[in-house]
């Protein structure tokens, strides 16, 4: 099973990218979904986690800006990413865990996205 990330780019500061993450091959028990960004020189850092009923939660940075949603019958998470600012540059990773209720740990999560990259200009 690989989870394929996509929608990445380069954006001006203000604009907006949605970014999709599908699982490839036959997967089965996933509850939870999650995004998670790593900008040079960072930690990887929680941006999103999203429960098999659609119920997201969100790091404070990107509260009012980002939207996480998924189709649990495409085995598939998205990101609506609105108002991007600089500081939103970062690799993206999308994850899926068979944990139940939100993923704010890595180690919740069983499997991981190649990432894709956003960059945001100012």
């Known amino acids: 099973v690989q989870l394929q990330a996509s929608g990445g780019g380069l954006v001006q500061s203000g604009g907006s990218l949605r970014l999709s993450c599908v699982a490839s091959?036959?997967?089965?028990?996933?509850?939870?979904m999650g995004w998670y960004r790593q900008a040079p020189g960072n930690q990887r850092e929680l941006v999103a986690t999203?429960?098999?009923?659609?119920?997201?939660k969100y790091a404070d940075s990107v509260k009012g800006r980002f939207t996480a949603s998924r189709d649990n019958a495409k085995d598939t998470v998205y990101l609506q990413m609105n108002s991007l600012k600089p500081d939103d540059t970062a690799v993206y990773f999308c994850?899926?865990?068979?944990?139940?209720?939100?993923?704010?740990?890595?180690?919740?999560?069983?499997?991981w996205g190649q990432g894709t990259k956003v960059t945001v200009s100012s």
């Open positions: 994850a899926f865990g068979k944990r139940l209720g939100y993923g704010s740990r890595q180690d919740y999560y069983d499997y």
């Open positions: 999203i429960t098999s009923d659609g119920s997201a």
């Open positions: 091959g036959s997967i089965s028990g996933i509850n939870v």
